[in-house]
């Protein structure tokens, strides 16, 4: 077991890259089914609910000590689109591109996540998932087999890159209790 960070959550250091080979057991997402033409639009619907979560009461309390509050996860679902943004236009700007390391724990912490402003958040997710949206809906078709590598190694296409995106995007809102739409 990972020793927890300073601000007590035990870091994930698991490999989620299974989620593109079969369904999710804890959110029932099924990441590698997602068809390229769906792809812009999920981002958009995965990320629509968090104005709400955002906006309840408590957002910025934790439930327990070890677990991030809503806020938190808002927050990291910001980042995640920011991140895979940047990584789609890496993909389609680069031959094969290795990705730098993101140790999401480390941004947590040295970007105060549970005392950013729950609205100004909630602004930011949506204008995150409507850029990663957009270059997603401008991906060309003969794109979405170019490969890229992650900093462990794990390879990806574009296709599988953004379908493992969709699955923290839809895998948060399970740890939030919010529906996903």
């Not at 590698?32 to 958009?44: M, S």
């Not at 296709?159 to 939030?176: C, I, K, N, T």
């Amino acid at each position: 077991m990972t020793a927890a960070s300073p601000d007590g959550i035990v870091p994930d250091s698991k490999d989620w890259t299974w989620t593109l080979q079969r369904a999710c057991p804890d959110c029932g997402f099924e990441a590698g089914t997602v068809p390229a033409d769906d792809l812009a639009g999920l981002i958009v619907a995965l990320t629509a609910p968090w104005a709400g979560v955002l906006a309840g009461d408590g957002a910025a309390r934790r439930p327990d000590a070890a677990t991030w509050s809503p806020l938190e996860y808002g927050c990291h679902v910001r980042d995640v689109c920011r991140l895979f943004d940047e990584r789609t236009r890496l993909v389609l700007e680069e031959d094969d591109p290795t990705f730098a390391n993101w140790d999401q724990d480390e941004t947590a912490v040295a970007q105060g996540y549970g005392e950013q402003d729950p609205a100004v958040v909630a602004h930011e997710v949506d204008a995150a998932a409507d850029a990663w949206s957009r270059t997603v809906a401008d991906v060309p078709d003969d794109a979405w087999e170019r490969p890229a590598t992650r900093s462990n190694g794990s390879r990806f296409d574009l296709l599988g890159l953004v379908r493992y995106g969709l699955h923290d995007l839809a895998h948060h809102l399970q740890d939030v209790g919010a529906a996903r739409r």
